[in-house]
């Protein structure tokens, strides 16, 4: 009896020692388990800080590509006030002797509408004139006779 006791007692602390090996088996499991996911989650946190490093160098780049670019328009928005004020400039000083000349033009022709009347009315004052008939009667007579 004595001796069955002893050995139901190793029996159990056989039972307890297996117990305690899948346990600490278990525990190994977990254990490497955690250092891979350990491992896997540091190598996410580096790829997402690669990404991260990545992503800030464009946003840099962008940055200054948006910069230059805003001085580029503020240059040609510059140069294009400047040439349409040139423009306009222009425009103006076309229209300005536009009308001079119209003026001119017009002017002239009221001029010349003029020394047409007194023209025409020199001429009939000279075929009216009695001298003159008398002239061209005497010439007509002469270059005919003659």
Do not use: P
Not at 10 to 29: C, F, N, P, Q, Y
Request: charged share 40%.
């Amino acid at each position: 009896m004595s001796h069955d006791n002893r050995r139901h007692q190793l029996d159990l602390h056989l039972g307890e020692i297996d117990d305690l090996h899948r346990a600490l088996s278990e525990k190994a499991d977990e254990l490497h388990r955690a250092e891979a996911e350990k491992r896997r989650v540091a190598a996410e946190k580096s790829d997402v800080a690669r990404t991260v490093a990545a992503l800030d160098a464009d946003l840099n780049r962008v940055r200054k590509n948006a910069e230059t670019l805003g001085c580029d328009l503020r240059t040609l928005r510059a140069e294009k006030e400047k040439s349409e004020a040139e423009q306009k400039k222009e425009l103006s000083k076309i229209e300005k002797a536009r009308r001079e000349a119209h003026a001119q033009v017009r002017l002239l022709t009221d001029q010349l509408e003029s020394q047409r009347q007194k023209a025409a009315k020199a001429k009939q004052e000279l075929q009216n004139h009695v001298c003159v008939v008398y002239v061209l009667l005497f010439m007509e007579f002469f270059f005919c006779y003659h």
